[in-house]
């Protein structure tokens, strides 16, 4: 029997481009690991009015990872005419599975690391090395909104809350809301994570991203329990910014910065342009971890115009394995694994179109599987 059972989902669009690019490199470095695939995604919404099935539910639960994709998601209205005819009007509604998995699992925090590796021509500045820590089950994500307003929700607002009265004479389908919803256990779990990840790689600063002035309950919370546990590691300083301002001042200064941490949807929002500062979503690589499970996934979407034509970087993919072999605790794999992808970048021979190459997904799976 295989030492690793891994769960495979390719998902739709590009996931299974870069799915069947990454599995060329797990072959060559040899993990022992029986793989096995699963259903996820916009097929199986259309065909069965679910893209997570609970089959699929049941696979993770008996595998000790998961490999993920990406999947394509559509607004609400799309998403109803999509499914087949039998299961139209029957009210039911799109939710993305990803979001889904995070939370099912518990799959709290979310490890975004953004590193320049030498070489790349799409680095917006050399030596960039950002890790980004997401909190990922709660914030706006938890997926609490209301519309129109309900008539209980309306009246609890108004007795509770005197910024409520200015839309008292709103009509309630003029009025939708969407709950951020954040506990103290989360934020200072997110907060021990990047510390603990700070303290173990040697990183100088954590920077807590959030917006106190405004969001005074929730970002305050979140800034509160920072400082609190940032008193445990008095090696490490807490930087402590607001999400707009961070956005400038991480494209002035990139390397200032070191470990990120944020709530969901904060962290959603820098984790992209902490991506574009080293390449694009081609190199952002992602992993969903929580006390008993882990999924890894590029961070990139399904990019649905170029489904099935090996023409992405499956850079981020490979990289997304690299963390599930971290996580896995095969520490040897993953470095080697990442040199390789870094001699890859650095000589710049195969290269796919975003680096202004001509090469395919498995072209460049390929150049890396030779180095290992
Ligand atoms: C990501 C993605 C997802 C998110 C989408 C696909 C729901 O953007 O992993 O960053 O918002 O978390
Ligand atoms: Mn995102």
């Known amino acids: 029997m295989a030492k690793y059972k891994i769960a495979v989902l390719p998902g739709d669009g590009v ?17 022992d690991a029986e793989y096995i695939y699963g259903d996820i995604g916009w097929e199986f919404w259309c065909k069965e009015g679910n893209p997570l099935p609970d089959r699929t ?18 607004p609400k209205e799309e998403a109803e005419k999509e499914l087949i005819p039998e299961l139209q009007g029957t009210g039911l509604i799109y939710s993305s599975p990803i979001v889904g998995l995070r939370q099912k699992f518990n799959l709290h925090t979310n490890l975004r690391p953004c590193k ?7 680095n917006y500045k050399e030596n960039i090395d950002l890790v980004i820590f997401r909190e990922n089950t709660e914030g706006l994500y938890v997926g609490i909104e209301y519309y129109p307003l309900p008539a209980e929700v309306r009246r609890v607002l108004l007795k509770t809350h005197p910024k409520m009265k200015r839309f008292e004479n709103v009509d309630p389908r003029e009025i939708a809301i969407s709950l951020r919803l954040m506990t103290k256990k989360a934020c200072r779990n997110i907060v021990r994570e990047a510390f603990e990840y700070a303290n173990r790689f040697e990183y100088k600063t ?35 910014t607001n999400i707009d301002a961070m956005t400038m001042w991480l494209l002035k200064n990139p390397n200032d910065y070191g470990v990120l ?5 904060f962290g959603d929002i820098i984790s992209d342009l902490s991506a ?9 690589s992602s992993g969903n971890i929580g006390d008993h499970y882990a999924v890894f996934e590029p961070t990139h979407g399904s990019a649905p115009k170029y489904a099935g034509r090996y023409k992405v970087n499956p850079t981020a993919m490979i990289l997304a394995a690299k963390l599930m072999l971290e996580y896995l605790g095969e520490m040897e794999k993953a470095k080697k694994l990442e040199c390789a992808v870094a001699r890859v970048i650095r000589e710049g021979k195969v290269r796919t179109y975003d680096l202004g190459g001509a090469n395919t997904s498995l072209e460049m799976a390929n150049a890396v599987a030779e180095y290992l």
């Open 261 to 265: 941490v944020a709530e969901n949807m």
């Open 116 to 122: 320049a590796y030498s070489g790349n021509p799409l």
């Open 57 to 74: 539910i049941g696979l993770l639960q008996e595998t000790d990872s998961c490999l993920f994709g990406a999947i394509t998601s559509k």
């Open 15 to 31: 996931g299974k481009d870069v799915t069947e690019a990454v599995m060329i490199v797990l072959d060559k470095i040899k993990l």
């Open 206 to 240: 954590v920077t807590v991203v959030e917006k106190p002035n405004v969001l005074r309950e929730t970002g305050g919370l979140m800034v509160r329990e920072a400082r609190k546990i940032a008193a445990e590691y008095p090696g490490i300083d807490l930087w402590e």
């Open 276 to 284: 574009q500062l080293v390449g694009g979503l081609g190199f952002a």
